[in-house]
C-alpha cells in the first residue's frame, strides 16, 4: 500500500491526488473506472439484488488502495433508513467506515443530521471555490507543487546595512561574509506548510432514489430536499472543485432526470440476477466510458468471511501399536464461516499504512 501511495504522489497526472479504482474482472483483465480521467462522476444503475451495494464497498475499498487518507477522502450516506433494521439492506455502507479514508457516514433516518451534512457539504464546496479562486483543482496543485520547489527572489539590504538573524527584512537570504548569497531551505519549507491540505472528496452514496423520491412515512424525508439540493451542486461543480459523487440507483424513475445522473459521465449498469448454478454470480455488468466505449466486467465480493477451517490445525493423538498399519482417521473439514472479511483485513492495512506515512487527519463534514 505505502509503495503504491509514494507512486500516485510521484504521478504528474495525479496532482491532488488520485481517484480510480478497480471494479471486477474483465475479458482483459481487470476493469478500472478513473473519475479524473473519464469523470468526475460515477452512476450504478441496477435492480434490487444485483449487487449495487456491494460494488459500492468495492469501489470504496478500491479507491483506499489506490490514494492516502490525506490525499484523497470519502464521505458515505446510505439513502435508505433501512440499514441495519431488518429492512434487507443489511450493514449497507456502514461496513466502509473502518476505512481511514472514510471521514463521515450518514444514514437518512434523521433530519437534524441530513440537513447539517448538507450545509456542511454546501460549505465545503464554497470553502474550496474560495481557495481555488479562477483556478481549478489540478491547476491549483500544479502552483503548489511549483511553489514548494521553488524559492521566490528578494533583495539584498543595502551595502553597508546589516539584519539582524531573524529579521523579517532579512527575507530568505543569509548575508555571509563573502559575496555570495545563500538560501535558507527551511524558508521554502515554510511557506508550502501554511497552505491548507486539499483533498481529493469523492461522495458515495448508495440508493439515491430514496432521496429523490423518499416512501411516505420515511424519516428523512423532511430533510431529503436539502441533501438532494447539496448533491446537485456537486454534480455541477465538483470538477472544477476536486469532488467526485459516486451514487447507485434502481433503474429507470425520477433518478434518471435528476442532476447527478445527467451529469454522469462514467455509468454502469449491472444485470437482473438470476438463479441457478449455470447463472452468473451478482455483480455482473458494463462500464460504460464517455467515449462510448463499454466493457463487460464481473465484480468481486470484499465482505463475504473467509472460512476457517478446522483440519488446518495440528492435532496430537495416541496411536495404539496394534493399529499402526491401519489408514489415519480423517477429521471431518468444518468451514465455520467466522473468520473476518477481505475489507476488514484491508481496513486494517490501510490503517497501518496510513500510520507508517504521517497522513494527516481529515476532519470529518459533521
Not at 172 to 194: C, F, G, H, K, V
Not at 330 to 355: H, Y
Amino acid at each position: 500500500l505505502m509503495t503504491r501511495w509514494a507512486d500516485a504522489a510521484d504521478d504528474p497526472e495525479s496532482l491532488g491526488g488520485r481517484a480510480w479504482a478497480v471494479l471486477g474482472a474483465g475479458p482483459r483483465g481487470p476493469v478500472c473506472a478513473d473519475l479524473v480521467a473519464d469523470g468526475p462522476h460515477l452512476l450504478i444503475e441496477g435492480p434490487a439484488g444485483s449487487g449495487r451495494t456491494e460494488l459500492l464497498r468495492a469501489l470504496v475499498a478500491a479507491l483506499a488502495a489506490a490514494e492516502r487518507p490525506d490525499r484523497l477522502s470519502v464521505v458515505l450516506m446510505d439513502g435508505r433508513d433501512t440499514v441495519g433494521a431488518g429492512g434487507g439492506h443489511g450493514e449497507g455502507l456502514r461496513v466502509c467506515t473502518d476505512v481511514p479514508h472514510v471521514t463521515t457516514y450518514l444514514t437518512a433516518d434523521d433530519p437534524a443530521q441530513m440537513r447539517e451534512f448538507a450545509q456542511s457539504l454546501s460549505a465545503e464546496l464554497k470553502r474550496r471555490a474560495e481557495l481555488l479562486g479562477r483556478s481549478d483543482f489540478t491547476e491549483w496543485h500544479t502552483g503548489r507543487e511549483l511553489s514548494g520547489r521553488m524559492v521566490a527572489q528578494r533583495t539584498a539590504p543595502p551595502r553597508g546595512t546589516a539584519s539582524a538573524p531573524g529579521d523579517p527584512a532579512a527575507g530568505d537570504l543569509d548575508s555571509p561574509p563573502s559575496s555570495t548569497i545563500r538560501l535558507r531551505p527551511a524558508a521554502a519549507r515554510r511557506r508550502t506548510e501554511t497552505a491548507p491540505p486539499l483533498p481529493r472528496l469523492v461522495v458515495v452514496v448508495d440508493d439515491l432514489d430514496a432521496l429523490v423520491s423518499p416512501p411516505l412515512g420515511s424519516p428523512g424525508r423532511p430533510a431529503a430536499g436539502s441533501v438532494i439540493r447539496a448533491l446537485e451542486a456537486v454534480a455541477r461543480e465538483g470538477e472544477r472543485l476536486g469532488v467526485h459523487l459516486v451514487a447507485a440507483t434502481g433503474p429507470g424513475g425520477r433518478t434518471a432526470e435528476s442532476e447527478p445522473a445527467r451529469r454522469a459521465t462514467l455509468r454502469v449498469t449491472l444485470d437482473a440476477p438470476a438463479t441457478g448454478p449455470e447463472e452468473p454470480a451478482p455483480g455482473r455488468g458494463r462500464l460504460s466510458r464517455p467515449d462510448s466505449r463499454v466493457t463487460a466486467f464481473q465484480a468481486g465480493r470484499v465482505t463475504g468471511r473467509i472460512p476457517r477451517t478446522a483440519t488446518l490445525r495440528p492435532t496430537v493423538v495416541p496411536l495404539e501399536w496394534e493399529r499402526m498399519g491401519d489408514p489415519p482417521a480423517r477429521r471431518p473439514v468444518r468451514e465455520l464461516g467466522n473468520g473476518p472479511t477481505d475489507l476488514a483485513l484491508l481496513a486494517s492495512a490501510l490503517e497501518r499504512a496510513a500510520r507508517e506515512v504521517a497522513a494527516t487527519e481529515v476532519p470529518s463534514l459533521l
